[in-house]
């Protein structure tokens, strides 16, 4: 019986002349190329064409045109500009709301563990229902915020007609549901910190903000650098819950990169133009990752 299982295994080994590692990876290599690299060969492709979506068979190469075109779209630098001050500001908020109410909640018991699950529940809400509830949060006559806002002296307005305002509670939407993710992150590093640095700090006399600065937040920059890397690639292409919320407007003052490349796209369908803005875009975040990973990785190889 174990010749007869040597033998079948040696036919496996054998079989077609391939390792048997490989197929169990060419499934999920086919899944990856099909979902992640061909998309990207393919509008590094359209974005060499002034390609309209109704005239493909009339598509003409242009190279680099629509790149160096990018450059003089007012309306594209506008929304890069956008992009930018929303990851900006949306993501430092994120990250300090997240870091202290980790440190608050860092404790044992049952309440805090039902506290901390609660407050991961805005994590798991669709983005589309986050935009449409902040949207109607903010409704002029019936909104819950445009009430609170009445009583204060504020008045009945239209808040998303507001440019300013409109896109500061795009942001705001965003702090809201997406500040757990940090905290669930960062609680995480929390638990895994060893209690004795802690201890030791505390026996030397340190303040609360020695202990954060100094012994807290040096051990726990690994975790904060991954979790804003996950949440900077999110940030960069956030759309559905913007889109349903405002819909780049008033005018254009909450148009995201996402939501212009979206709408040169499909609704004036020039998609090699779009696809150069989707290029752009994932160059922006390849480069920001760049320097992120390779910084945690600097720090790493120094604290070593």
């Given at each position: 019986?174990?010749?007869t299982s040597?033998?079948?295994?040696?036919?496996v080994?054998n079989?077609?002349?391939?390792?048997?590692?490989?197929?169990?990876?060419?499934?999920?290599l086919?899944?990856?190329?099909?979902?992640?690299?061909?998309?990207v060969i393919y509008?590094?492709?359209?974005s060499?064409?002034?390609?309209?979506?109704?005239y493909?068979?009339?598509r003409?190469f242009?190279g680099?045109?629509?790149?160096f075109?990018l450059?003089?779209?007012?309306?594209?630098?506008?929304?890069l500009?956008?992009?930018f001050?929303?990851?900006?500001?949306?993501?430092?908020?994120?990250?300090v709301?997240?870091?202290f109410v980790a440190?608050?909640?860092?404790?044992d018991?049952?309440?805090y563990?039902v506290?901390?699950?609660l407050l991961?529940?805005?994590v798991?809400?669709?983005p589309?229902?986050?935009g449409?509830t902040w949207?109607?949060?903010l409704?002029p006559e019936?909104?819950?915020v445009?009430?609170f806002?009445?009583?204060?002296?504020?008045?009945?307005?239209?808040?998303?007609?507001?440019p300013?305002?409109?896109?500061?509670?795009?942001?705001?939407?965003?702090v809201?549901?997406m500040?757990p993710?940090?905290?669930?992150?960062?609680?995480?590093?929390?638990?895994?910190?060893?209690?004795e640095?802690?201890e030791?700090?505390e026996?030397?006399?340190?303040?609360f903000w020695?202990?954060?600065?100094?012994?807290?937040?040096?051990?726990?920059r690994p975790t904060i650098?991954?979790a804003?890397?996950l949440?900077?690639?999110?940030?960069?292409?956030?759309?559905s819950e913007?889109?349903?919320?405002t819909?780049?407007?008033?005018?254009?003052a909450?148009?995201?990169?996402s939501l212009?490349i979206n709408k040169?796209a499909?609704?004036?369908?020039?998609?090699?133009?779009?696809?150069?803005?989707?290029?752009?875009?994932?160059?922006?975040a390849?480069?920001l990752?760049f320097?992120?990973?390779?910084g945690n990785?600097?720090?790493?190889?120094?604290?070593?």
């Amino acid at each position: 019986m174990n010749s007869t299982s040597l033998s079948g295994s040696k036919k496996v080994k054998n079989f077609g002349g391939a390792s048997p590692h490989w197929f169990f990876l060419t499934p999920a290599l086919v899944i990856v190329f099909a979902i992640l690299i061909f998309p990207v060969i393919y509008s590094l492709y359209m974005s060499t064409f002034d390609w309209h979506l109704f005239y493909s068979a009339e598509r003409k190469f242009i190279g680099l045109g629509n790149f160096f075109q990018l450059f003089k779209d007012r309306e594209f630098l506008h929304s890069l500009w956008l992009q930018f001050g929303f990851v900006v500001i949306a993501l430092p908020i994120e990250t300090v709301i997240g870091f202290f109410v980790a440190l608050l909640l860092n404790r044992d018991g049952k309440f805090y563990a039902v506290v901390r699950s609660l407050l991961l529940l805005p994590v798991f809400i669709l983005p589309v229902i986050s935009g449409l509830t902040w949207r109607l949060l903010l409704q002029p006559e019936y909104g819950m915020v445009s009430f609170f806002l009445e009583k204060l002296g504020f008045g009945i307005k239209a808040w998303l007609a507001e440019p300013d305002f409109a896109y500061g509670m795009v942001i705001v939407q965003d702090v809201w549901r997406m500040w757990p993710f940090m905290f669930m992150f960062i609680y995480a590093g929390l638990t895994g910190l060893p209690r004795e640095i802690i201890e030791a700090a505390e026996i030397d006399g340190a303040s609360f903000w020695t202990k954060v600065f100094k012994v807290i937040l040096p051990q726990l920059r690994p975790t904060i650098a991954t979790a804003f890397l996950l949440r900077l690639v999110d940030a960069l292409r956030i759309f559905s819950e913007v889109y349903v919320m405002t819909g780049g407007g008033p005018g254009n003052a909450t148009m995201l990169l996402s939501l212009y490349i979206n709408k040169q796209a499909f609704e004036f369908f020039n998609i090699g133009y779009a696809a150069s803005m989707g290029v752009v875009l994932l160059i922006l975040a390849l480069f920001l990752s760049f320097f992120i990973v390779r910084g945690n990785v600097k720090f790493e190889g120094e604290r070593g």
